[in-house]
């Protein structure tokens, strides 16, 4: 029999971690029909993929996104695909679109994951149709997918959606009997029609935007440990998936959720992924404490934890004092609450509010996100091209003024037009390395889909091969080509419970071909693109198209040499363990 597809003599990678070989892939109806050491024969076939000296693996998971709002205009998400990632999980963080109004979910979504508002909501009114999970799943099914889609429902969606967003966000308010059953019955529904489970969210830096409730905490932040409980206990019985962001100020809040995962040999564990285990400069000996913690509940608790894991250096850009790490300091946060840029600078104009800022510049503890070094934020764009290239510290140093006078200064000055840069964590290689290969972590949290004009990480799989490369090529390896596409690929997928991730006869044939010489330092860079679907918003994107000559998803070639392809081949995976 003929063959649709054939890749032919790449070093094929099965996801499985077991050594790579020198083979054919035949593809047929969608599926892998064939791996061959010998040649496979071309007669025939419509489509041949020469992938001599390429490396051929599964399709990349990203195992978190916020694509939620974006999917229902720009479905084919280039973005992640042209990387070879092939497979997106939505619904992080305690936010999705399945159950709340359109106005609810732009107030969600909007500030703290940094998207348009306007434009979220308008997408939400012209293409929100579905009346429950099921009916969202069909929806989400039924467009022109790029890659594969699953995800879980958030439960400050669902909250929202029971007790109403302003009751939702109530710190005196809790949910009756009634409403709580209606949650849990919500919840029990989208696992069944194929949902991965539920996101929810205990950290209280995430704010909520809009003019109704503008920076109350998300709902799933007030919620009591008991609401937690009885949430999980659904997912637990049908073998769902629980992601969550702890609230790490607060060190019971996460041995709460190891507690919640601890199955201790009477009742089964429940699945559950945490952000995030990272190296912060702002606490350089933090990141021994995400995996270790899993490792230990793991194995004592009888638990399933895992910590998600950015493998690269987190960079983060800002215009302006638009910043998500900023909402964890009282004199930002409330810069950030202003939504008009002229009282904005007049608040950071006020020398009192400068003295606040200052305060808690210099105040080491508690520890927060942002390592509060002003010398370590480079300036990068502004309408004064003498500052370009400057630290703010720098700036200030020129001035003989505090490094928090001079941010103040410039943001009154120039506002959104001062673009400015720094890496909060992950600046250690040798730390980089170790998280990688931690047994309590999985490779992820990339963000994909949020904060467009911060950051830009949807290449981290190829990051991650390069860094691999790089140290093989150095003579200090720290883990194999093999383990790494393993951790990229069929360990998230079976931990899921999802149809991705194998390269095996039989399988899905979500496939990447990869070309090993293209990892080159091409995939650190930043660039930017317009998105047209969000009024032409220039956002963050990576660019590295020799490293990926070819993507298939479902069997056809989604992306070539840069190039998309109009074919819609994604569907939404319905997890294998919730159903």
């Not at 709460?256 to 992924?273: E, I, M, Q, Y």
């Not at 390592?371 to 502004?382: E, F, G, K, M, T």
């Not at 006078?405 to 959104?416: I, N, P, R, T």
Request: proline letters at 6%.
């Amino acid at each position: 029999m003929t063959f649709d597809l054939i890749i032919r003599r790449g070093r094929v990678f099965d996801g499985t971690g077991a050594p790579s070989v020198l083979a054919d892939v035949g593809i047929r109806d969608g599926v892998i029909a064939e791996i061959s050491g010998p040649p496979l024969p071309v007669d025939g076939c419509p489509e041949v993929i020469d992938a001599d000296g390429a490396w051929v693996t599964p399709g990349f998971i990203d195992v978190h996104t916020h694509y939620d709002a974006e999917i229902l205009v720009n479905p084919g998400l280039p973005e992640s695909l042209r990387h070879g990632v092939t497979t997106v999980v939505m619904g992080n963080c305690s936010l999705s679109t399945v159950f709340s109004d359109p106005v609810d979910c732009a107030d969600l979504f909007s500030r703290v994951e940094a998207v348009p508002r306007d434009q979220v909501l308008k997408t939400l009114r012209d293409k929100r149709s579905w009346s429950g999970p099921a009916d969202y799943i069909d929806t989400i099914d039924a467009l022109p997918l790029g890659p594969n889609v699953a995800g879980f429902l958030g439960h400050s969606d669902l909250r929202a959606h029971v007790l109403g967003l302003g009751r939702s966000v109530d710190p005196r308010a809790r949910p009756s009997r009634a409403e709580m059953a209606r949650m849990e019955a919500l919840l029990e529904e989208a696992v069944k029609a194929g949902m991965l489970g539920m996101s929810s969210m205990t950290s209280p830096f995430a704010r909520l935007d809009g003019d109704r409730y503008r920076s109350a905490r998300l709902p799933s932040t007030y919620a009591t440990w008991h609401e937690f409980r009885r949430l999980h206990a659904v997912l637990r019985s049908h073998g769902a998936v629980l992601q969550s962001a702890p609230n790490t100020t607060r060190p019971l809040n996460t041995v709460l959720f190891l507690l919640s995962s601890s199955g201790f040999g009477v009742r089964p564990a429940l699945r559950t992924t945490l952000l995030t285990a990272i190296d912060p400069k702002a606490a350089p000996f933090f990141f021994r404490v995400p995996g270790f913690s899993a490792r230990t509940a793991n194995r004592f608790g009888r638990a399933d934890v895992r910590w998600q894991h950015l493998p690269l250096p987190f960079e983060l850009y800002a215009d302006g004092i638009d910043l998500v790490i900023f909402e964890e300091f009282g004199a930002t946060a409330a810069a950030l609450h202003l939504r008009d840029e002229v009282e904005r600078r007049e608040l950071m104009a006020d020398q009192g509010y400068r003295d606040w800022f200052r305060a808690e510049y210099t105040r080491r503890f508690p520890v927060k996100a942002w390592h509060r070094d002003l010398y370590d934020a480079q300036i990068v764009d502004c309408p004064d091209d003498s500052l370009i290239g400057l630290s703010f510290g720098e700036a200030a140093d020129r001035r003989d003024i505090h490094p928090v006078d001079a941010f103040c200064e410039l943001m009154v000055l120039h506002g959104q037009k001062l673009r400015w840069r720094t890496t909060i964590a992950n600046h250690r290689p040798d730390v980089l390395d170790r998280l990688a290969v931690d047994t309590g972590v999985q490779i992820g949290f990339a963000d994909s889909g949020a904060h467009l004009r911060n950051m830009a990480f949807y290449n981290f799989p190829l990051r991650l091969l390069w860094r691999v490369r790089e140290a093989q090529r150095a003579g200090q390896p720290f883990m194999t080509t093999e383990a790494a596409v393993h951790r990229l690929t069929g360990e998230l997928a079976a931990w899921l419970g999802l149809d991705a991730g194998r390269l095996e006869v039989g399988a899905r044939a979500d496939v990447t071909v990869i070309d090993p010489e293209g990892l080159d330092q091409e995939v650190n860079a930043y660039h930017e693109a317009p998105m047209d679907v969000f009024g032409g918003l220039r956002r963050m994107v990576n660019r590295n198209d020799r490293a990926v000559p070819a993507v298939c998803v479902g069997g056809q070639v989604v992306f070539r040499s840069g190039v998309a392809s109009p074919v819609a081949a994604g569907r939404y995976l319905r997890t294998r363990v919730g159903s």
